[in-house]
């Protein structure tokens, strides 16, 4: 879902035709990729870090592979999918706009206003993603700093697709926040993330609720007071679940620490193979 999200998001943002005094939509777009792609050009092949929620401390790895980036979450996490589901830049990296249906599909983006994100001027630009971009999104928005030209945010609006599980089919709002983007060894990497999720849920069962209930009661009943780091991961993951399931936000916020480059693969990802 993130790749996708990211990629068909991009894909159909750059041909806009903008109003008379504001900032041209495709120049704004193509600047934003150049920055990733200079972050992501030829001399580096992969890069780790750690995304930190809390006592919940998450190893991700993110690779060149032959055709795109790839991003992987340590599944020892109980919070690995979720945490990288922010981590969407390398996405933008592997995107091109020469292509004759990926420019049909730009011709729909336009630039909607200007607006702060945490105090940095940013271009918001929109698109009506379509069925033929991607089935589960409607509308995406993507929000480039004025000055740098780092993706600040990206705000989806859509369905959950299918292998959301429980989730699947319900109306979603995401938004990710990429902030505070350091450089190490050539490559730029917000410091700062942060995913918001508002989901309407799927049409349930009495049964299925009264289930997911009593297995969120379980849950807190086992994991309540724990110090180890993966229990308290677990029970974040849980209160999420709960709140969401009673209509609420998800919202974490997380930072990144120890980025390193062109070490190679971690032995964590080893193992999991």
Do not use: C
Not at 14 to 22: E, G
Not at 56 to 74: C, F, I, K, L, N
Not at 175 to 199: F, S, Y
Request: glycine share 8%; aromatic share 4%; proline share 5%.
């Amino acid at each position: 879902m993130r790749a996708g999200i990211a990629a068909a998001a991009l894909a159909t943002l750059v041909l806009a035709a903008p109003a008379a005094a504001q900032p041209n939509a495709t120049q704004v777009l193509r600047g934003a990729v150049q920055a990733i792609n200079r972050s992501h050009g030829p001399q580096v092949q992969d890069y780790t870090f750690t995304m930190v929620h809390g006592a919940t401390r998450t190893p991700v790895y993110v690779e060149r592979g032959d055709e795109e980036w790839m991003v992987h979450a340590s599944e020892e996490s109980p919070m690995g999918s979720l945490m990288s589901m922010a981590v969407v830049w390398p996405t933008f990296a592997d995107v091109e706009d020469d292509g004759e249906e990926i420019t049909e599909a730009m011709e729909a983006a336009r630039y909607v206003r200007s607006e702060r994100v945490e105090g940095r001027a940013t271009h918001v630009i929109t698109a009506d993603m379509g069925e033929d971009a991607v089935e589960e999104v409607d509308t995406a928005l993507v929000y480039i700093d004025a000055e740098t030209s780092h993706l600040l945010r990206m705000y989806v609006v859509g369905e959950m697709p299918a292998e959301g599980g429980q989730f699947a089919g319900g109306d979603m709002r995401l938004t990710v926040d990429m902030l505070d983007h350091q450089e190490t060894d050539g490559v730029v990497v917000p410091r700062r993330v942060r995913v918001r999720m508002l989901m309407e849920m799927p049409e349930m069962s009495a049964d299925d609720l009264a289930q997911m209930s009593m297995s969120i009661t379980a849950v807190r009943a086992q994991l309540e007071g724990s110090t180890d780091p993966e229990e308290q991961g677990l029970l974040a993951v849980v209160e999420m679940f709960a709140k969401m399931l009673d209509g609420g936000e998800l919202d974490l916020p997380m930072t990144i620490e120890d980025v390193v480059v062109n070490a190679g693969p971690p032995a964590w990802l080893d193992e999991e193979m």
